[in-house]
């Protein structure tokens, strides 16, 4: 046990990481070694973990987490990550709180951190908004650790926005890392991160660019497929192209499920809103135009009706590499004849692949812990020596 | 002092015990070694923590809470045994969760559990329901633990279902046994479970099953009565009956009051629906008839007001044994003249036994503690051997 | 490093305090000693986590939260003070629990205090109605405690209710007592707690009569300052009168903004409702009256806005003593020109004494940590001592 232990720690000591004290919100903004960082150490963490060693490396602290959107998974997986390290999550309930009553997002950044070492926050619901605001809670915190307002400047982590969504993409990498045996085998390998038809409106686009965002940049053939109309920030698809073309590997849009799926190593069907469709929503929000959003959602949702058959289905499954590509998604799934008449993939080919979504929703906990331990500590492999040494139980 | 640890620990040794990696859902579950374990380690736990001993023996780790029903004695029960033991509580909010939005139990149950030791469930509102979800949890959790999905497989807590309440239940066992000085003590003693008036509708039916579905394995006289039509599940009434055949007790069910209360040594008055007015329930709530869930409510509120006398007076505890019966409630009682015009007791009973029931109350978390203890670790009394050796203080 | 700690610790050892075991309800129910030890154990707190030491002196432990009334910074503040020594904050969310349904006050301040060291209420909505609940849990905790039902007396403190908000008063104080050097700087110093224009009708009278009733301990002169109509609490001037003659200071009512600012060291400049019309406010309420409470609201709004000029600007700061007073806010403050149109500070005003307003808000989580040390343990001193010895690592 103790030599992978130490392979893990040897490799990370091997990179030049700038994760320290920098907020997490997009993965394109970390280099290929703090990407490869953040992979590292969350499998540290994990194989620490499943060994009994106790992780807690804060006596006290808070994790604050701000969603301003429903959420289970990520919800627990922060929660998870927090209490493995010793941190206590505090929810900032927007709705029980002041700031729903005009209280500027400056002066709430500072007073919920006196004593707080990293601030969650889920905002994907509208684009232009999540990410800006995180920015803006980031400035507010510079502001306050620069004027002696806080011992610490607490990290940021971007828990879904309008642009990313790193700690799904990351779990998602990681997991690809585990199944194909490590991330030099992923060159050359085909994903097709497509479109698929649920009967809900206006999911957002932060999944599909998270992961053309990240599995642009390990030499993979990714493939982008949607339907007319549904296309993402076009900004996200410039950074794709640009990466596929540094790593050796290559980016596609293409409009058809066929075409992506063909030969595939990998498939990510998944429902998302056009980006169009969303910049209206944003707009009719702003203005609080109830009738508008309504009608905006009719005509989506009847546009999306022209698409049931982008389906993942066994026939297709047939089609990829072997007739056996990974199927991934970031769940929960629209399940054609389970969750709905007619959704996102079909019953058999989600059934085969079911425990695989599950697996790789695990890692999502260690990545978060993994940013955490990044952000938060100058050395983080010294910090996991220590806690391999310490070898403090954590469960007896 | 140490004297009683080492008896009791001794005590726990001599026991055969099965409790470990079981889910605890229904006392009848369980073999009368193993509810006496449950009581032992509970007795432990209140004897050091009372002695300013840690009980801390996660340094990480979840407790999850799903309450589907309002609570506050348990939650605050189940979070306070959590966090004796190191567990950090996680509330499952459904309203804040994407259950609502038709994800599977299945999949759920997988996603809050990857870093979870215990999950502890409140369903109690319709029969049929409330165990079957549990269960259903259950599955899924061997489903991912099987598969490596979840690298513990997290024990489940009855917190009351539609068919019993074991840690109300047996916290009232506890209260028994110290009452009157110990388990063998309560052989022979008369407890009568009745039926009482109170304005309120459809409460759940688990205590009173509770309450015989567990008393009547310890040699007791147990009483059933309630008006026509308030009978309870059949199924827990055979079980009750069978057990009282075994124990050496007795099990009558009656339609009085009065007859139940006299020469009683125990009584536990309290207001319950009727199982047919409760599966009815379920079926309108099935259905979403609202209409005929409000029908119903006005039906079953004119049926309790026939039996307003269905009270637990002065009078009646005048007939108990000696007239000093142990009066009994899991709380709220609905008071005469205090919380209600009139209610399942008379203000002069309940003050009477006002500090008694808040005591037995006071047993809760350290059953739950108990359970957990008991559902995580193989040897419990090691578990506990090692917290007194360590003779870590928990405040100071 | 060592030297301040020294010193701070001397200081303490000759206060004669009697905090232990009393509830924190009212500042000038305490002595002048105590009062100095919350500010000095508070400082020691401070210094201690700022170099790192870990200052866990609970292993387990729950701080009830018990908020009836929306709150940022004072539901962080407390779950940040609870989790510096180790306590989890378990909130009693009323919505979620059975208190709606009739429960009595006595029976659920013990059903949810079994395993609670510490209670915080926030309760100032109506007056007569928040201080007097405190009292009635406190005195249903006696009641509990000295008959057996809860194995330690929790303490209760009050997160702000209708007379009093200690927990911001005394931050205020040691805000001031770091800003000017010491407690005693501040004798003979000019202080104008005045009223302020609003847009919103029903501030809590607390935060004024709170620093009123502390600030005129400490020779200080005060001067309270308000439009006609918004005088405060009768038996709060009384105390804040007393007082300012025992302590060599002066107190002074005005009704002129202009006339408090001149030569002030320090100005308090904040909204809030008349007494009177609180006093209406509670009756209408109690009476479920709410075409009452809006007719209020009205009445109270369109008086607010005869006084619209009671704004701290520019003009008025150049007023104070060398035209540099101090600014102070409980935050938020209502900014003219950013949080409303008119309110209770202008833009500029505020702009340049933020960060002081920040880092005034920053001492309160401190101020709470230090009242549960002193309240809890009988010698703050010595706990203080083996946390600096222990020297345990917070973070890292």
Known sequence: METKFKKLISE???????????????TWEKSNDEIKQILLVAEILKYLRENNISLRCFDSGLAVSIFRDQSTRTRFSYASAANLLGLKVQDMDESKSQIAHGETVRET????SF????????????????NAYMKEVAEALDDGFRNGVLHQRPGIINLQ??????????????HLENYFGSLETLKGKKIAMTWAYSPSYGKPLSVPQGIIGLMTRFGMNVELAYPEGYNLKPEVIE?????????????????????AFKDADIVYPKSWAPYSVMQQKTELYKNNNEQGLKDLEKYALSLNSNYKNW???????????????????CLPADISGVSCEHGEVQKEVFEKYRILTYIEAGYKPYIIASMIINMLFKEPDKILRNLQNRASVRKG
């Open 12 to 26: 990370i000591v091997r990179l030049s990481s700038g994760l320290y004290q920098k907020d997490f919100l997009l």
């Open 109 to 112: 950044a500072n007073m919920i």
């Open 115 to 130: 004593f707080t070492e990293i601030i969650g926050i889920r905002d994907d619901k509208y684009p232009g908004i999540g």
């Open 161 to 174: 926005c309008d642009i990313d969504h790193p700690t799904q993409s990351l779990s998602d990498l990681l």
């Open 239 to 259: 950074i794709a192209k640009n990466q596929a073309k540094e790593s050796g590997g290559s980016f596609k849009i293409s409009g058809s499920m066929e075409d």
């Open 311 to 329: 389906e993942c289905n066994e026939n297709l499954m047939k089609t990829t590499k072997h007739g056996s590509a990974l199927y991934m998604h």
